[in-house]
């Protein structure tokens, strides 16, 4: 693959930064990428030009109107399909598989989902007369946010960028977004498709850099930002809310997760290991959702062990574009030093390591890629800090349970609140202890099946706010009161 330039994009038009850095592939360390980093001045000219296009015919798009570009975009995004898919691949060195069946083909759905949610929202005309037949025409219109700040992460870039623009051009917003320093490409790919889909200068503009001192804290503290939506770790959430407290603007948090998957006795286990598999390893470990702690009933524990294991080894690491690859590199080696330093830790907190724990050897030519090796441990104490702690890699403890009591426990005994999924053929089971997960999403016999309209998001360090059909909507709106004296 080439070397790519890679450019911010403001009020419609590719545009330089202040600086340049390198973008390295995970999977061999190359440079496969320039990128124009923004500075003071060009985020600054995007907030102004987000500001502009919301004051002019952008602002008073219809509902019906902005339906109709979400389609066209998600129609562009399909013609240049295969671009993205590169692009996407480039960055974080993901099987392409994996990038055509989830983030590209997520990115056309979120556009077609939130065209159908705007469209059925009723934004336009939503009128209440004043009950007791008082004399007064009472309504409300749902205005835009404004300018909104689109601040993502590195591990499924196109799928969490789109999930969150696709609802604030809904809703007739004007965004800047800053995708990750790891992940540059398909955001700036997708200013190409905006223009074609007809979007109007000012309405999407991107600026890339980094968090502090950079263009991420360039735009979080920009006074002309009316909201930040944002997805990354916990810590980097509570930067963001401090930096936009002195403004008081309201923000949209995904963050961070431990989440914890339940193996009840009496689920199918065959199916229990597969979807734990996955739910472990999907993207090396790379999603926000993924199982980090797994909880099995006594009687199967030796069972899931020996299965998740066996799994574990089925898995092939290697190039994205070999047909055979299930599992990419992490995204940077300076990530893969924080889960080696976890694998290290595991250790140190007694863990038996089942399999992994180390740098595979893959060969001189990815040698220089950010390459781990998918672990399980077991015998981990529940207080161990690999077991409280986000990884964010290919890893998880197995521990054993013996009643549905200890197991909702174990799994609430955490300051994350993301997903949780449980496994059991007893679907009362199976809604009772979902109902009990403080978690924001928990799904049975199943993970990371997604409904768009469902709300989205965290409890405690997972998060503020839910995104997701109607849930999108009150965020990227902002409801204004009419009251007429009749
Ligand atoms: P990160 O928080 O380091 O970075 C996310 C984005 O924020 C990047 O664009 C980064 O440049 C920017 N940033 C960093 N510091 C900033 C600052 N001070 N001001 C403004 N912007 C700043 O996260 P990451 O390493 O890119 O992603 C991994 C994390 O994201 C994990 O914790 C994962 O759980 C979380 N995540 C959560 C969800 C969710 O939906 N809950 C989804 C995906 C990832
Ligand atoms: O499916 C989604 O809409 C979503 N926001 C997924 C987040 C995955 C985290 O890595």
């Given at each position: 693959m080439g070397q790519a330039e890679i450019m911010n994009f403001v009020d419609g038009a590719f545009v330089t930064g202040a600086s340049t850095f390198d973008k390295l592939s995970?999977?061999?360390?190359?440079?496969?990428a320039t990128v124009h980093e923004a500075g003071r001045a060009e985020v600054d000219a995007a907030v102004t030009a987000a500001r502009r296009a919301l004051d002019g015919p952008w602002g008073r798009t219809s509902v019906a109107d902005r339906a109709r570009v979400l389609r066209r975009i998600a129609d562009r995004i399909e013609e240049r399909f295969e671009d993205f898919v590169e692009a996407e691949v480039r960055d974080t060195g993901k099987p392409v598989a994996q990038a055509r069946q989830l983030d590209v083909a997520r990115a056309v759905a979120n556009f077609r989902s939130f065209a159908d949610t705007v469209s059925a929202a009723g934004l336009d005309s939503y009128l209440t007369e004043l009950p007791g037949g008082r004399r007064a025409l009472n309504y409300a219109i749902a205005q835009p946010l404004g300018v909104v700040a689109v601040i993502v992460p590195w591990n499924l870039p196109l799928l969490l960028l789109t999930w969150k623009v696709a609802p604030a051009l809904a809703c007739g917003n004007a965004v800047v977004v800053k995708p990750s320093e790891e992940t540059p490409s398909t955001a700036t790919l997708l200013a190409e498709v905006m223009a074609d889909a007809g979007v109007p200068a000012g309405v999407y503009n991107v600026v890339h850099g980094f968090g502090p001192s950079s263009a991420g804290e360039f735009l979080t503290t920009h006074e002309g930002i009316d909201g930040v939506t944002f997805t990354g770790e916990s810590g980097t959430g509570s930067a963001i809310m401090r930096a936009v407290a002195p403004a008081v603007r309201p923000v949209s948090f995904e963050l961070g997760g431990k989440n914890a998957a339940i193996v009840f006795a009496d689920a199918d286990l065959d199916k229990a290991v597969d979807g734990l598999s996955r739910s472990v390893f999907a993207n090396t470990g790379q999603v926000c959702l993924c199982t980090e702690r797994v909880y099995v009933q006594r009687p199967v524990y030796d069972d899931v062990v020996a299965g998740l294991v066996a799994k574990a080894r089925q898995l092939r690491l290697g190039r994205p574009e070999h047909p055979d690859t299930t599992t990419g590199p992490l995204i940077s080696v300076a990530h893969r030093e924080k889960v080696l330093s976890y694998l290290a830790l595991a250790r140190d907190e007694g863990a038996e390591t089942l399999i992994g724990g180390g740098v595979p050897d893959l060969g001189p030519d990815l040698a220089g890629g950010a390459w781990v090796e998918p672990t399980l441990w077991a015998g981990l104490d529940h207080g161990a800090r690999t077991v409280r702690e986000?990884?964010?890699?290919p890893v998880a403890a197995l521990m054993p349970f013996d009643h549905e009591e200890d197991a909702v426990r174990l799994a609430n005994d955490t300051r994350y609140g993301l997903a949780a999924a449980v496994w059991t053929q007893n679907l009362e089971r199976g809604h009772r202890v979902a109902q009990r997960m403080r978690v924001g999403m928990a799904w049975v016999n199943t993970w990371f099946l997604r409904d768009l309209r469902s709300p989205f998001g965290g409890v405690g360090l997972s998060g503020i706010g839910r995104e997701g059909g109607q849930h999108s909507l009150h965020f990227y709106t902002q409801p204004t009161n009419v009251c007429v004296q009749l």
């Open positions: 995970p999977v061999d360390g190359q440079v496969t986000e990884v964010f890699g």
